[in-house]
């Protein structure tokens, strides 16, 4: 039986010697010799042995592709969630190298000895089967903490500690019949020493484990199939347990460096060239692809044996590992049936058309931050385009520069800074391009360089048909138009042309206040921000905390001339009692570089409200302080626009605010916070798409002004007709907005 798994090399090396670095050394040798993977058995009572995971991490830092495993770790002295933590954090450190074997025990007066409970061949496998659920419990168990009732591992609430960095194998030394079909419904692979085999054992133990497999819904052939072998080994041999036992990892048992070496020269190469010429031979498939388990988790709807070739390799499944790093967003939870991650623009084509014809919600994913949270859905098929990330020259005079999508606003200010330059984006270094500038943008730079959107000069789009057109004051204008407030709507941006400006060192000011006298507060701060300078762009966060409010102001000076910052500022420090204050010049790059590369990891629905308001009289500062004051919301923040944006004619994007100064978001689900914020609302004059997560007719009528709603529907009729993108604000159906 051929189970057809790619050939894999291991050695097996004792980790006690004369010398602590001798298991090392032969494990880089065995790097250098070409094996996939080494070994080291487990026995944390025998005199003088290394610590084999002490030394297993310290091998992993001395080589940099060879995998490393316990063969096998001695459960019974390792307590199972301690081991899920110590092999996600070596498989995090070793960039994903780290395979498991385990063993039950065996040396029970030696463990006794040592400390670990003496337990029967039955509790020992009971023991094993319970480790191997809560190992995986561990890794899987999310931000949530992990439970587990079980009699030898009851975990009360443990932490996760880091995610492992790929899908960890775990392999299961078994000889007996219950360890054999405890392999066949947990292990992803059998990893017996041939020294302690009879004549046909491989071929009992083998169909044990299809048999508990097949029981358990399983593809016996997801079980590897390992072996440890010792002294001598004929190639002929090794060729016919390849074909006909099904191992596909053959592990040599010793530390001589020349029976390495020999082993590597010779064996290797004769045993991999008869396997492939025997499997090419017979037809035998190589790879096992997705297991019962992950196919079992596809959704209706989705035709995915039609994936696009193009995509298939990097296509994420709710069975994946990878799932868990694309399921949901930065704002929101999701369980989307499939996400396509294109690396072309001929990619992102198939994509749309595979999408296209599955009748399931689209999500479009660029960075992933959208507050409404569409760029994921439940069941549906997400493309996402973080891989369209470059950030390249085109014209240094114009300071002319492509963007990918996917790029985020950190790294783009790191490499413009490169250059002097800066582009006018959000505050936030870990938003997606793709998201913010088919939008709109208001960021620290905004009062001075207008809306990111105010610096496209040229798009290129995949259009609902799958056509590719490029979107400029010349092609296409009305597209170009649309893309620029209304991208959502009318395709796919997969990159994007800005010209750029020159800022060097800007003043990056955080300021805080007693904000108590909250009205008083807000209405110093919107006249102080209108009288301001074009230069400084200040936003200003208030909460309620334990009967106080705190307002914290924040922001850019563009000048790196420090005493026109402090200049800039001085007005500010006067809106309220001033309680602490921090300034400090800094290229725009450090001021963007605030996020992490952590996965996203939203949870629910996120419930964020928008609106736009020319001016913080006293009508908004009242009803803004009664909302502040209410405690009914742990976030109300207010970022300044106007100057350089109220440049632009409001009817020159599909962004046509452009009379506003303050805009203005707020979360709270409660009652009274929609009391409050209805109150507040009554003054406003639009809302920015961009921080509002409710979908619906009223809000894509508040977002756009009905001139420039009529243009749009005219223009998604026709670049948009079937309303592909429907899933985010979508303008074209009057009266029926999907969510
Ligand atoms: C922490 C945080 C801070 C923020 N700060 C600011 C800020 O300072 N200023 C500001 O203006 N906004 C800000 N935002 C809002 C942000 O601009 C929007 O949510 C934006 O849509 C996020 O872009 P993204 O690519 O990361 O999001 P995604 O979730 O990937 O995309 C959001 C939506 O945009 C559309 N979309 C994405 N990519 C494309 C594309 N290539 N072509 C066409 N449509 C596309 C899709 O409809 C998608 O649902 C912030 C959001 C967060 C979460």
Known sequence: MDYGHPLQFGTFITPGNAS????????????QLGFDLVTFQDHPYQPAFLDTWTLMSYVAAATTSIHVAPNVLNLPLRPAPVTARAAASLDLLSGGRLDLGLGAGGFWDAIEAMGGRRLTPGQSVDALGEAIDVIRGVWDSGNREYFAGGEYYPVKGGKRGPAPAHDIPIWIGAYKPRMLRLTGRKGDGWLPSLPYLKDGDLQDGNARIDDAAADAGRNPAEIRRLLNLGGDNEVDQLVTMALEDGIGTCIVMGDDPSALQRFAEETMPAVREAVETERARRGTIVGVGRTAAALAKRREGIDYEGV??????????????AYRTVRSTYMRAGSPGLVLRPTTVDEVVDALAFARSNDVPLGIRSGGHGVSGRSTNDGGIVIDLKALNGVEVLDAATKRVRIGPGARWMDVAQSLDEHGWALSSGDYGGVGVGGLATAGGIGFLAREHGLTIDHVVAAEVVLADGTVARASVDENPDLFWAVRGAGANVGI?????????????VGWAQLAFDASDTEAFLQRFGEAMERAPRDTTLFVILAKQRGDVIGQLYGVVDSNDPDTILERLQPFAAIGPLVGQQVQLAPYAVVMANAS????????????????????????????AALVQSGSTPWFQIRSVGGAVADIPSDATAYAHRAANFSITSIGRSDRFEQHWADLAAHFDGLYLSFESRQGAEIVEEAFPPATLARLREIKRRYDPDAVFRDNFNVGVENAVNG
């Not at 996203?600 to 996120?606: A, I």
């Open 308 to 321: 696009p070739e193009s995509l298939r390799d990097t296509a994420i499944e709710p069975g994946d590992f």
């Open 493 to 505: 941006v997969v990159s994007f042309e800005f010209e750029v400006d020159a800022v060097g060192e």
């Open 597 to 624: 590369d952590a996965t996203h990891d939203g949870q629910g629905e996120p419930h964020f409200r928008s609106g736009l308001v020319e001016h913080l009289d006293a009508q908004v500062a009242a009803a803004g």
């Open 20 to 31: 602590p670095q001798v298991p090392v050394q032969l494990a880089q040798l065995s790097e």
